[in-house]
C-alpha cells in the first residue's frame, strides 16, 4: 500500500556529505511515521533516525546526532536524510521506512521499506 524509493546514496570522500531522498506513494503520507535505517555488508540493519507523523518530531540515533538531519516535506510525500561529516563507517545501504501512528527505533516495527540507496565513504 506504500511504496518508497530511495534516491541520493553515492560515493563521497570522508568528511563530505550526501542528501538522501525517498519519495513515498499509496497512502496518504503525512499520516506516517518516516525513518531511515542502514545496514553495512555483514552487519544488521540499524536505525539512523525518524521523523514522527503531522508534528514532524525528530529522533537520531546517537553516532548519527549532530550530523545528520532527518526532514519531510508533506506537500511533496519525501522524506530527506542529509548527512554531514560523513565517515568511512558510514558506509551502507540507507533504507526508507514507514510505520503508522507511533514512532520506533527499531526496524521490525516499520511496515513500509523502499529498496535502499548505497553510500559509500572513502578515506
Known amino acids: 500500500q506504500v511504496q518508497l524509493v530511495e534516491s541520493g546514496g553515492g560515493l563521497v570522500q570522508a568528511g563530505g556529505s550526501l542528501r538522501l531522498s525517498c519519495a513515498a506513494s499509496?497512502?496518504?503520507?503525512?499520516?506516517?511515521?518516516m525513518g531511515w535505517f542502514r545496514q553495512a555488508p555483514g552487519k544488521e540493519r540499524e536505525f539512523v533516525a525518524r521523523?514522527?507523523?503531522?508534528?514532524?518530531?525528530?529522533y537520531y540515533a546517537d553516532s548519527m546526532k549532530g550530523r545528520f538531519t532527518i526532514s519531510r516535506d508533506n506537500a511533496n510525500n519525501t522524506v530527506y536524510l542529509q548527512m554531514n561529516s560523513l565517515k568511512p563507517e558510514d558506509t551502507a545501504v540507507y533504507y526508507c521506512?514507514?510505520?503508522?501512528?507511533?514512532?520506533?527505533?527499531?526496524?521490525?516495527?516499520?511496515?513500509?521499506w523502499g529498496q535502499g540507496t548505497q553510500v559509500t565513504v572513502s578515506s
Open positions: 499509496g497512502r496518504t503520507f503525512s499520516s506516517l511515521v
Open positions: 521523523i514522527s507523523n503531522w508534528s514532524g518530531y525528530t
Open positions: 521506512a514507514a510505520r503508522q501512528s507511533i514512532g520506533s527505533a527499531y526496524a521490525r516495527d516499520y511496515s513500509y
